[in-house]
């Protein structure tokens, strides 16, 4: 994957961090040159020493090494953590984030988590993984796609790292919200991914509903989609992320790893 050499992963040691390490193992198993920093962000309030954290870390960078990664670094930072984790990312070059959530059932943003505030202020992909997924696949992954003009399409060489890497198909997904009895794919973003998914074998769908995210959720369901990927420019101005509603509310409620590709 050559567009993926260093992954972040923070952890709090909790089960959702638990389930992203054991994904980010399953994930770099197939490329031994990936590197992997392991983060813990030290909280007041957290009750534990920067000893006991040391600790800690240190059994989890043994648990990666025994998985045969080539190499694992572990760190310690203090301060908010959204911006200890994009400073992080920052100075360990890192391409990509991979950080677990425990989600939210309901339908409004006042659950927002860490993770659904990161996927909008990190500058390099986030692949968020759900506290409940138990088995690791990549064999479908579904880009959830808008009607407007992809303003940035270098971040889909990710996803075509990650389709070539597991032999995955990509579904490119754009939900119908209007009704329209016919839906097509904009001319220029016709030919964006065309490029970036060359020898990759992928689908047009547009299912209809007039629920843009349910509709999305629904597709993932229907077709056993493992790894839903979106981008999040198309769905937030960069210069205002807290206007990304769709992006927040599918890391919330996705019963699959999302891929915030930016």
Not at 71 to 76: E, K, N, P
Not at 178 to 206: K, M, Q, R, S, W
Request: net charge negative; charged share 25%.
């Amino acid at each position: 994957m050559n567009n993926i050499r260093k992954i972040l992963v923070p952890t709090d040691f909790s089960t959702a961090s638990e389930k992203a390490l054991d994904y980010t193992i399953n994930f770099v198993k197939e490329d031994k040159s990936i590197e992997v920093t392991i983060l813990h962000i030290v909280s007041n309030h957290g009750g534990r020493t920067r000893e006991e954290m040391e600790t800690k870390l240190q059994a989890t960078k043994e648990r990666f090494h025994s998985s045969l990664i080539k190499d694992c670094h572990w760190a310690i930072k203090s301060g908010p953590i959204i911006s200890e984790i994009t400073n992080a990312q920052v100075e360990f070059s890192s391409d990509m984030i991979i950080m677990g959530t425990q989600g939210s059932h309901t339908d409004v943003l006042k659950d927002v988590t860490n993770t659904s505030e990161l996927v909008l202020e990190a500058d390099c992909p986030v692949l968020v993984i759900p506290e409940n997924k138990k088995v690791f696949s990549i064999n479908n992954i579904a880009l959830a796609l808008g009607k407007d003009e992809i303003d940035d399409s270098s971040p889909l060489g990710v996803l075509h790292d990650i389709a070539m890497g597991f032999h995955a198909n990509v579904h490119l997904l754009t939900i119908n919200s209007n009704g329209d009895h016919e839906t097509t794919t904009n001319d220029t973003n016709e030919g964006i991914l065309e490029y970036f998914l060359e020898a990759v074998t992928y689908y047009h769908a547009f299912p209809q509903n007039s629920d843009m995210e349910q509709g999305i959720l629904d597709y993932v369901k229907e077709k056993d989609i493992d790894m839903l990927a979106i981008l999040p420019r198309n769905h937030a101005k960069k210069s205002n992320p807290s206007e990304g509603r769709l992006t927040k509310l599918l890391t919330l409620h996705s019963e699959v790893p999302v891929l915030t590709i930016d």
